[in-house]
RNA sequence: GCCUCCGUAGCUCAGGGGAUAGAGCGCCGGUUUCCGGUACCGAAGGUCGCAGGUUCGAAUCCUGCCGGGGGCACCA
């Protein structure tokens, strides 16, 4: 019996006792699982919360409520406790059906509907095409795709997105690095000074040995087109095996030739926000909320960086997102108002159709060294050298387990030496030890899924924890999606894999050598057949492998 | 100065108003006749930055302060 079906058996009682005169008004239960299993398996502190519309102190109120609900007969005990938590013992039956459960769904085992009918719009990592990602947009890697992952079991319709900045003045600083390194000159001052710069003029001149013929400026237009395709290439590669896949990568170029940006002006202009002053062109952000307004045209004639950002948020909500959800990096902060208050000028609401999740920096030591990351130095640690160093599983695991706000400090010595001692080690080699568990089933003969599964046979206590964990996973998820928290799905596959080897620990389950296959045995085998697939279910929310040995 | 995030065990961090504040690492001690010991169990370790407030109840919500990160462009 799942968390929701005891809930609105509690509902019920309650509404009950309104309609009785008892509660002067019903309110809403909210049940959790106790911390302590001493508490038993649901508690609810509705005793608590309705003794205000009650003459009846909290505890009698929770003896009235526990007295309807022993009557349930998927209640084996309901008691009352400190100041009034009802708590709730749910019989073996109707707890081990979760496991059935689980095996049935498969892969769908997790999803819900909380978010269905809505449909949002992720872009995450846009970064320049003028270098390799790095760690600072790693995070994001991880942290982006896991959560598109999420809002998808939640229901949702999800695009991810990556806006390319393919125009300005660091696009020509870019072409001119690289074409002073393919003549042998040094990289001019304020250019790009990677070590992959070289790589690329290297292959350009591989690939393209006539742009020498061409006069200067032309060159410059040449090696900056032909670094720009290789780079983005790259970049794409990257993320690849990395796992971290867009459905769109938007082009900024695109956003002026397509004409978005004069569609988005007019529709900004409609919306009555947008004055001319000193010249220029503004925005009057400050009625929703900015610090000061925010130029969109120039007083030399041209658009500025902002007025593209504009553009791009108009467009993506007209190709059909209800909200545009942007993860960016707590160095753009200072960006979520204006964003915002560009939503609201468009006509939008503010609150509803635009998201902006600031992310901390990630700071990277190496064996308790700070790794400094500089792009003008060249001092950088790419995101393809953190998946050489520790792989990706370790590296997507390790980023997504964190909630994004807090400062994330990790140590790539520690991650890659220490490897076995990782959480997603740990939650894997639960997946594994249980791969091997099932495959031993198999080479033993036991057909546990034609053979009558009992559940009132699991009644112990580990077997007990485990499926109270189980039952979770779908509200873990839908929790996750609403708060746009990925890292809680990774929270709760450790608890998972902590309960897992706890069972598998207490409870032997498959019959030894001098023993006879018993329907004990079989329905431990659904147990480890739902915990399996359930870890490899939450995994793939985060992108992890989920190995069958290791 | 203004905005914002953070402050929880020696270290790295979880804890969206509830009961005795948790995990991993590190440290100390245990557990195995056969299913993966990369596991499990136990011990030690805390003024949840400080002070008020709201609440039956605050690490959690509000205010102020202290300390730290980041941000405050007609840059891209």
Redesign the pocket.
């Known amino acids: 019996m799942a968390i929701e079906d005891t809930r609105r058996a509690v509902q019920r009682v309650v509404d009950q006792l309104c309609e009785q005169g008892i509660l002067t008004a019903t309110v809403e239960v909210s049940l959790?699982r106790?911390?302590?299993r001493?508490?038993?398996d649901y508690?609810?502190?509705v005793a608590?919360?309705a003794?205000?519309y009650s003459t009846i102190p909290?505890r009698e109120l929770g003896n009235l409520i526990a007295e309807r609900l022993s009557l349930d007969p998927a209640f084996t005990e309901v008691t009352v406790?400190?100041?009034?938590?009802?708590?709730i013992k749910l019989s073996a039956r109707a707890q081990g059906e979760i496991a059935q459960r689980a095996v049935e769904l498969g892969s769908a085992y997790g999803r819900n509907d909380t978010l269905t009918g809505k449909s949002f719009n992720i872009e995450f990592i846009s970064a320049?095409p003028t270098g390799p990602l790095h760690l600072g947009h790693t995070r994001w890697a991880a942290v982006g795709d896991a959560l598109a992952r999420v809002l998808a079991a939640a229901g949702a319709d999800v695009t991810t997105e990556f806006y390319i900045?393919d125009?300005?003045?660091?696009?020509d600083k870019f072409g001119a690095s690289v074409m002073a390194a393919s003549h042998g000159d040094s990289v001019p001052e304020d250019g790009y000074h990677g070590g992959y710069i070289l790589d690329l003029a290297a292959a350009i001149v591989r690939l393209h040995p006539e742009f020498a013929q061409l006069s200067l400026s032309d060159q410059l237009v040449a090696y900056r087109e032909a670094a720009y395709a290789l780079q983005l290439q790259q970049q794409k590669d990257v993320l690849g095996i990395f796992r971290t896949h867009f459905d769109v990568w938007y082009s900024e170029r695109r956003l002026y030739e397509s004409g978005a940006v004069e569609r988005a002006q007019s529709r900004l202009e409609e919306q009555g926000h947008v004055y001319s002053?000193?010249?220029?062109l503004w925005l009057r952000t400050t009625t929703f909320g900015d610090?000061?307004d925010?130029?969109l045209i120039?007083?030399?004639g041209?658009r500025?960086?902002?007025a593209a950002?504009t553009a791009y948020y108009v467009d993506k909500r007209m190709r059909g997102c209800d909200t545009a959800i942007y993860l960016l990096?707590?160095?753009?902060?200072?960006?979520?108002?204006r964003l915002r208050a560009v939503a609201a000028c468009a006509g939008d609401d503010m609150d509803e159709n635009i998201e902006v999740l600031?992310g901390?920096?990630v700071?990277i030591t190496r064996g308790g060294v700070e790794v400094k990351l500089s792009k003008r130095s060249g001092q950088i640690v790419t995101l393809e050298e953190l998946v050489e160093e520790v792989g990706v599983d370790a590296a997507r695991y390790t980023l997504a387990?964190?909630?994004v706000?807090?400062?994330?400090?990790?140590?790539l010595e520690?991650i890659a030496r220490?490897?076995?001692?990782?959480?997603v080690?740990?939650v894997q080699?639960?997946h594994?030890?249980i791969?091997?568990?099932l495959?031993?089933?198999r080479d033993l003969g036991v057909n546990w899924r034609e053979a009558e599964f009992q559940p009132e046979l699991l009644n112990s206590d580990q077997e007990n924890e485990l499926l109270g964990v189980l039952e979770k996973f779908p509200a873990v998820i839908?929790?996750a999606a609403?708060?746009r928290?990925p890292?809680?799905v990774a929270?709760y596959l450790?608890e998972l894999?902590?309960a897992y080897?706890?069972f598998?620990?207490?409870?032997?389950?498959?019959p030894?050598?001098?023993?006879e296959l018993s329907e004990s045995h079989i329905a431990r085998l659904w147990v480890c057949a739902a915990a399996q697939q359930t870890l490899s279910n939450g995994l793939d929310l985060l992108g992890v492998s989920a190995?069958?040995?290791?």
């Open positions: 959790e106790p911390k302590s001493d508490h038993g508690a609810t502190n608590l919360v003794a205000k909290p406790a400190g100041p009034g938590f009802v708590n320049n900045n125009r300005g003045v660091q696009m002053s000193d010249g220029a610090d000061k925010r130029v120039k007083e030399n041209e500025t960086y902002f950002d990096g707590a160095d753009h902060h200072g960006y979520v108002n600031i901390q920096l700071k387990r964190y909630p706000d807090t400062p994330l400090v990790v140590d520690e220490k490897a076995n001692d990782n959480p080690f740990y080699y639960a594994a030890r791969s091997s568990v495959r031993n089933a839908a929790t609403e708060l928290e890292h809680r929270r450790e894999a902590t080897h706890r598998y620990d207490a409870c032997r389950v498959l030894r050598s001098d023993e190995p069958e040995k290791m």
